[in-house]
């Protein structure tokens, strides 16, 4: 359980800290059952050159769920990578 608390403090001071001035893409299912998404949400809101994608119907691991989750996730990611190249 050590690595649990270590990681936990980690989690706390990084919500403290201001988001860095980045580009920054995030996308979150509409059906997640492993995390809270509200602090997700409140995170993206507040990082300068943020973006919050949703995935109708995707659960927690978007790269893993079904194919056109996956191909719209992969390729807005690429777009993100080729636009700050």
Known sequence: LRWLAAALR???ALQK???PDVP?????GSAEKI???APVHAMMAGWPNGR???FDGAEHEIMMD???HRTR???AAAGLFDANA
Do not use: R, V
């Open 35 to 37: 995390i809270d998404p």
């Open 66 to 68: 079904q194919p056109h």
């Open 10 to 12: 980690d989690c706390a």
């Open 24 to 28: 920054t893409y995030c996308a979150l």
């Open 73 to 75: 996730f992969y390729d």
């Open 17 to 19: 800290m201001p988001a």
């Open 52 to 54: 919050l994608e949703m």
